[in-house]
């Protein structure tokens, strides 16, 4: 109570009168500037609050409150540019683990990539870029709380591991497929598909988009602007790349098979380190409050 009243950003705090149970204690609540919720929780970490209890955050829509808006002016900054550490971490740990609906979705996209690069639809291949929830999974580079480079690399291991090889198998086994039954060509000719050629040939405008795009999502991921992740998912070819690596399996093509995996690991090495990058500037800006807070209070 002490802490949270000598806070600036903290206001209604309340405490609640009847003890709770399972842990004992007593329930107390407050509103935090959402740009202060961060150090604020690290304050009450110190307490060991989470050890012995628990500390739970809820998202505050709208806060009519002339109490409110001092406590949201003595917090530095805008609140749609805060990132809450503790709530990205919460949000993306659900995503760590592998899910049969992550791996339909991963599947799904593939298939819809396939035949957009067979038919060379660009309506098709930007289709499956919106449903392959891969980007979902750069998520877990957030986990940073701690340090930025390795929950990335993680991510992008786990990814590599699990994730496309799923989405490749599919896109290869539905093209062995309709081959075998007549839906697709016995032989493909690459010359007259634009799209996967594009596709099979990484250069440096690819990386500058990926790296684009990869900053971008991290920045959509991690702070309230969530409505710019429908850009970056079309503007990342990982799902293309890897139905394209599937396609040109099934159809021997080596060459385009070669190029689609460099499109591949340079998109995911160029989500990499725009997205390290971007986390670590903002973990460098959350201890830069971090260390104000504490000079404030102290």
Not at 126 to 141: K, N, W, Y
Not at 273 to 298: C, D, F, K, P, S
């Amino acid at each position: 109570m002490e802490l949270l009243c000598a806070t600036d950003s903290v206001c209604n705090v309340i405490r609640l009168s009847d003890p709770a149970t399972r842990p004992e204690g007593e329930v107390i609540m407050c509103d935090v500037a959402r740009e202060d919720a961060s150090v604020v929780i690290a304050d009450l970490k110190e307490l060991d609050i989470h050890h012995s209890g628990s500390i739970t955050l809820e998202e505050i829509d709208t806060a009519i409150s002339d109490v409110a808006d001092r406590a949201e002016k003595h917090a530095r900054g805008a609140p749609a540019d805060a990132v809450v550490w503790e709530e990205v971490e919460a949000r993306t740990d659900e995503q760590v683990e592998l899910s049969a609906t992550f791996l339909a979705f991963m599947v799904l996209a593939a298939l819809i990539a396939a035949v957009g690069i067979y038919q060379d639809s660009p309506i098709l291949i930007v289709g499956a870029m919106v449903v392959g929830p891969e980007f979902g999974a750069d998520r877990r580079p957030l986990r940073c709380a701690r340090a930025a480079a390795r929950p990335a690399r993680t991510a992008i291991r786990r990814r590599a591991a699990h994730r496309l090889p799923s989405a490749i198998a599919a896109a290869h086994v539905a093209t062995l497929v309709f081959k075998a039954t007549g839906v697709f060509a016995e032989d493909l000719d690459q010359s007259g598909h634009q799209l996967s050629n594009i596709i099979a040939n990484p250069d440096f405008l690819a990386f500058f988009v990926a790296a684009c795009a990869g900053a971008a999502g991290m920045l959509s991921l991690s702070t309230s602007k969530s409505g710019a992740l429908i850009g970056v998912l079309i503007s990342v070819t990982t799902i293309p790349a890897a139905a394209n690596i599937g396609v040109t399996a099934a159809y021997a093509d080596w060459e385009n098979w070669r190029g689609s995996i460099g499109q591949l690991v340079l998109n995911m090495g160029a989500i990499l380190v725009a997205g390290t990058a971007t986390l670590a500037i903002q973990r460098m800006l959350y201890h830069r409050r971090r260390r104000r807070h504490e000079a404030g209070i102290g």
